[in-house]
């Protein structure tokens, strides 16, 4: 594994832009001066790998003053270093900054550890998984639907040709109209389990929102679901990890309980996205060693682990179930 005692400084301004690169940055990354002077960090930032970190890193230096982080970068060659950064808040007279010092220390290059590659893949197919997921949703929404719905106005058509005397077959039409009904139902119920359209078009609020009422009609177990009312404006991977967390809690709820109402309140404070869901029954039961525990403890944590953020799960056998989730604001 190597290893490397230079550090490289560079300076950005608040928003994250650079406008100071030395000498050991260009070392570093391979880039000089004018290559990155008014470019964003984010071209810094390992492309589909962290994807996230170039807002909340900022962020949560603003918040805090200072951080350290750490990540991966990618260099002008197309290599890709695994670096520790310390981030500085600068400010120049005014109550916001003014823009961020940045030391970067290489930590690995290039040669990964196995939990490292492990982790890289996780991302990977967790991307590639939505991904795919959105394409299906396109497809059975879009073309299935669309040919489901052709072929009821086909069958209606000939209805309508039928003679009145023909009841046993007018019957019939009416009959398989039904079953083309119950299908295209069926169709979209697949194409929303898949990736729920609201997702892309109306944002994160709506689309918890939305999930709540539905969820409640599943299982009969009542959903509050409280926010400031505002859309919560990130991207689009952190829309779709924080829709997917808030399903796997909720389904976590509903297999150790059906009793009780489970409340969930977001909101935003001091650049933070703090959420909060409880299911208040005392009598559920606590999470366990079992797979399905494991398994999705896993894939929750690794999606706050891409978003800086963290998932904290604390049973009461007298008070219920309560899930604190804080995530760094990340803009779209």
Same mark, same amino acid.
């Given at each position: 594994?190597?290893?490397?005692?230079?550090?490289?400084?560079?300076? %950005?301004?608040?928003?994250?832009? /650079?406008?100071?690169?030395?000498?050991?940055?260009?070392?570093?990354?391979?880039?000089?001066?004018?290559?990155? @002077?008014?470019?964003?960090? !984010?071209?810094?930032?390992?492309?589909? &790998?962290?994807?996230?970190?170039?807002? #909340?890193?900022?962020?949560?230096?603003?918040?805090?003053?200072?951080?350290?982080? *750490?990540?991966?970068?990618?260099?002008?060659?197309?290599?890709?270093?695994?670096?520790?950064?310390?981030?500085?808040?600068?400010? @120049?007279?005014?109550?916001?900054? #003014?823009?961020?010092?940045?030391?970067?220390? /290489?930590?690995?290059?290039?040669?990964?550890? $196995?939990?490292?590659?492990?982790?890289l893949l996780a991302?990977?197919?967790?991307?590639?998984?939505?991904?795919?997921?959105?394409?299906?949703?396109?497809?059975?929404?879009?073309?299935?639907?669309?040919?489901?719905?052709?072929?009821?106005?086909?069958?209606?058509?000939?209805?309508?040709?039928?003679?009145?005397?023909?009841?046993?077959?007018?019957?019939?039409?009416?009959?398989?109209?039904?079953?083309?009904?119950?299908?295209?139902?069926?169709?979209?119920?697949?194409? @929303?389990?898949?990736?729920?359209?609201?997702?892309? +078009?109306?944002?994160?609020? +709506?689309?918890?929102?939305?999930? @709540?009422?539905?969820?409640?009609?599943?299982?009969? &177990?009542?959903?509050?679901?409280?926010?400031?009312?505002?859309?919560? !404006?990130?991207?689009?991977?952190?829309?779709?990890?924080?829709?997917?967390?808030?399903?796997?809690?909720?389904?976590?709820?509903?297999?150790? *309980?059906?009793?009780? *109402?489970?409340v969930a309140d977001?909101?935003?404070?001091?650049?933070?996205? $703090?959420?909060?869901?409880?299911?208040?029954?005392?009598?559920?039961?606590?999470? %366990? $060693? !079992?797979?399905?525990?494991?398994?999705?403890?896993?894939?929750?944590?690794?999606?706050?682990?891409?978003?800086?953020?963290?998932? $904290?799960?604390?049973?009461?056998?007298?008070?219920?179930? %309560?899930?604190?989730?804080?995530?760094?604001?990340?803009?779209?």
């Amino acid at each position: 594994m190597k290893k490397n005692k230079d550090c490289a400084v560079y300076i %950005t301004d608040a928003q994250g832009n /650079i406008i100071y690169w030395s000498n050991t940055a260009v070392e570093l990354f391979g880039y000089i001066s004018g290559e990155v @002077s008014g470019k964003n960090i !984010a071209m810094l930032y390992a492309p589909g &790998i962290e994807v996230n970190k170039p807002g #909340s890193d900022l962020e949560n230096a603003k918040v805090k003053g200072s951080c350290t982080t *750490s990540g991966w970068k990618q260099t002008k060659q197309g290599g890709t270093i695994y670096t520790e950064d310390i981030v500085t808040i600068l400010y @120049s007279g005014s109550s916001e900054p #003014s823009g961020y010092s940045v030391v970067s220390k /290489i930590v690995v290059d290039n040669e990964l550890t $196995e939990t490292e590659e492990l982790r890289l893949l996780a991302d990977y197919l967790t991307t590639i998984r939505e991904e795919e997921k959105a394409v299906m949703a396109r497809e059975i929404h879009d073309e299935l639907g669309q040919q489901i719905t052709g072929l009821k106005m086909d069958v209606s058509w000939l209805g309508k040709k039928i003679s009145q005397e023909d009841e046993v077959i007018r019957d019939k039409v009416k009959v398989v109209i039904g079953l083309l009904d119950d299908t295209v139902k069926m169709v979209r119920k697949m194409a @929303s389990d898949l990736r729920p359209g609201i997702l892309d +078009d109306f944002g994160l609020i +709506d689309a918890l929102e939305w999930y @709540s009422r539905e969820f409640e009609k599943k299982t009969g &177990i009542p959903v509050i679901f409280n926010s400031s009312g505002a859309e919560i !404006a990130v991207n689009k991977q952190m829309v779709t990890g924080l829709f997917r967390i808030y399903q796997e809690s909720l389904n976590s709820m509903a297999e150790r *309980s059906k009793q009780g *109402s489970i409340v969930a309140d977001i909101g935003i404070r001091n650049g933070i996205i $703090e959420w909060k869901i409880t299911n208040g029954n005392a009598g559920a039961g606590e999470y %366990t $060693e !079992a797979r399905n525990d494991k398994l999705r403890l896993i894939d929750i944590k690794e999606r706050m682990r891409v978003m800086s953020g963290t998932y $904290e799960v604390i049973t009461n056998p007298q008070e219920g179930t %309560t899930v604190y989730i804080s995530v760094p604001l990340q803009k779209a």
